[in-house]
């Protein structure tokens, strides 16, 4: 099923959600109203759990936060977050996120691609934070996100400096997993969510909750989600195909 406002169009499947983002007078620059968009499917998946793929329509991922919005933000908008609690809310979805990118993927945009899970893209992607030019910073999660992601040394770099990367520089420093044609970029996310999909969504959703744990969270919290796997039906069944199959 497909549902279409002016921001943003998603679908809906069974096991995923495909969200494109569509502004496309603006390079789908992220205003207010496509956060409001993304916070109501955040409300929809939280409620029920299912992969989300992220892609931008017209060739572009998003160009951006809406430069004409910010302009006018001052320090109260600085202190509400209001790309940063939507982004937090993607990076905190039940279920993995993967980021679709095509185009430009710049400032919020990057931001956005830095909150999901996974991340694949095409040669002519390109990515980066060029606020310092606007006389701004990255406040929506690349100060922090994007230095679990590529290390502290790139981060810097490309924060500090502005640089924007190619398809290949952004393969190369690992802030995509891989890299397809335009026209297969699609098929690429989804085929990523049908290896999802085969997998138990519980121990999937455990996963991904120890991955966003903080450090000093470990190993306790596997121990605890793992408990809960030992004694789930899921568990039992899985095991008892893989040992009948193997036999």
């Known amino acids: 099923m497909t549902h279409t406002d002016q921001t943003l169009r998603v679908e809906r499947g069974d096991d995923r959600v495909v969200a494109t983002l569509d502004r496309p007078a603006v390079r789908n620059a992220i205003d207010q109203e496509l956060v409001d968009r993304l916070h109501e499917l955040c409300g929809e998946l939280e409620a029920s759990p299912r992969t989300l793929i992220l892609t931008g329509a017209s060739g572009v991922f998003a160009a951006g936060a809406d430069i004409a919005q910010l302009l006018q933000r001052r320090a109260a908008d600085a202190r509400a977050g209001i790309n940063t609690r939507v982004f937090d809310r993607i990076a905190a979805l039940p279920m993995p996120v ?28 390109r990515i980066g934070n060029p606020e310092t030019g606007l006389g701004i910073i990255a406040a929506a999660g690349a100060t922090w996100r994007l230095p679990r992601i590529v290390g502290g040394a790139r981060a810097a770099e490309l924060l500090l400096t502005g640089r924007v990367l190619d398809g290949a520089e952004a393969l190369a420093w690992g802030i995509v997993s891989s890299l397809h044609e335009p026209d297969a970029l ?42 809960e796997l030992f004694e789930s039906p899921e568990k039992e069944r899985r095991m008892t195909a893989f040992l009948s199959g193997r036999r």
């Open 98 to 125: 993967v980021a679709a990118i095509d185009g430009f993927a710049l400032g919020g945009g990057a931001e956005l691609a830095y909150a999901a899970d996974l991340r694949i893209g095409t040669g002519r992607m």
């Open 186 to 227: 699609l098929p690429a996310a989804h085929a990523l969510a049908d290896r999802i999909s085969r997998n138990d969504a519980l121990a999937t959703r455990h996963t991904k909750t120890a991955l966003h744990a903080p450090v000093d969270a470990h190993p306790a919290i596997e121990l605890e989600l793992q408990a």
